[in-house]
């Protein structure tokens, strides 16, 4: 093989979110506050579950994992974009880099997997109740979430596996405000096609799994309900267009992102701040403020 000199590169420069003072200013003020909204949010839904006895059920332990994933992963991307607003060139060393796609990727893909587990859950209680609590034990729920996890890091690590080891020699500049592969990779000092290629492949096989999972079990309780009573269909409805909301809400972004990138910047920029921002916000809203149960568990608080 031919030897290069290869500088190494130890650090990516961001471009950030914007490029203009005045819009960075004004997210500067924004973000932080809907931040801080998501811990509080998710943190408070994880603490509820755990201490109120009467949400000791599957369904609300998946939620309290969901939180907990949703806290987790917004906190891998927020912070470091919000101390960036703050410095003219933002740069992330290359471990830090690694990190984030590492938890970034891990931390997605668990949450899909969960998502589909949700969607089980709902199915199990919805079209076959009798079996429901046989079928969903606590040796089970145990079970399923630790499925979620492996999964995640499954994905993780393989996607991992690849990028970490690519030369990076010259060109250092990343036009997001975090580091994530699609764009990570086309620095790489070579040709990257396959490559491309190969992680399109893993992040397709597991959101289109996902999905399809997610369809199919959606369809079943849609089916179900059609044909229960009108009090049990309405029940039973308002708890699934929460989930199908935060369904929609997770997997958009994915597929625009991974799947069919557009290519266009600002509208990538956009799906990354909806993805890593507002998705982890929006879940806990959904789930608690539609929710008849939790209200009362809030106010039994
Ligand atoms: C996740 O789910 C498991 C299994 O039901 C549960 O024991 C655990 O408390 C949950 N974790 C969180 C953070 O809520």
Redesign the pocket.
């Known amino acids: 093989m031919e030897e290069v000199n290869q500088t190494v590169v130890s650090e990516f420069i961001l471009l950030g979110l914007c490029d203009t003072w005045e819009l960075q200013a004004f997210l500067l003020l924004v973000f932080p506050l809907l931040y801080l909204i998501t811990i509080l949010g998710n943190n408070f839904t ?1 603490l509820l ?2 201490s109120d006895l009467h949400l000791h059920s ?1 369904m609300y ?2 939620l ?2 969901l939180s ?1 994933i949703d806290f987790c992963l917004s906190t891998v991307i927020t912070p470091k974009m919000i101390t960036d607003f703050l410095k003219e060139h933002k740069t992330i060393s290359f471990g830090g880099c690694m990190c984030q796609i590492f938890f970034g990727h891990f931390l997605g893909g668990s949450e899909m997997v969960l998502l589909v587990l949700m969607a089980y859950d709902r199915y199990v209680a919805i079209c076959k109740p009798l079996h429901y609590s046989s079928i969903m034990n ?1 040796q089970m ?2 079970w399923l ?1 630790m499925t979620s996890w492996i999964t995640g890091f499954v994905h993780s690590i393989s996607q991992l596996a690849i990028i970490i080891k690519l030369p990076f020699c010259g060109p250092r500049e990343l036009d997001s405000f975090f580091c994530d592969i699609p764009l990570v990779i086309k620095l790489a000092c070579m040709d990257t096609y396959i490559l491309e290629k190969l992680i399109n492949a893993d992040s397709g096989v597991l959101a289109t799994t996902c999905f399809t999972l997610l369809l199919i079990s959606y369809t079943y309780i849609l089916l179900t309900v059609c044909h229960q009573s009108k009090d049990g269909a309405s029940k039973a409805l308002s708890t699934c267009t929460a989930h199908i909301t935060v369904v929609v809400l997770f997997f958009g972004p994915c597929i625009f992102i991974y799947l069919c990138p557009l290519g266009i910047t600002w509208v990538d920029k956009f799906l990354a701040v909806f993805y890593a921002v507002i998705t982890p916000l929006l879940n806990p809203a959904i789930y608690t403020l539609r929710n008849k149960e939790i209200k009362i568990a809030i106010k039994r608080l």
């Open positions: 994880v579950i755990i599957p332990f998946l309290a994992n907990f606590k729920c145990i979430v």
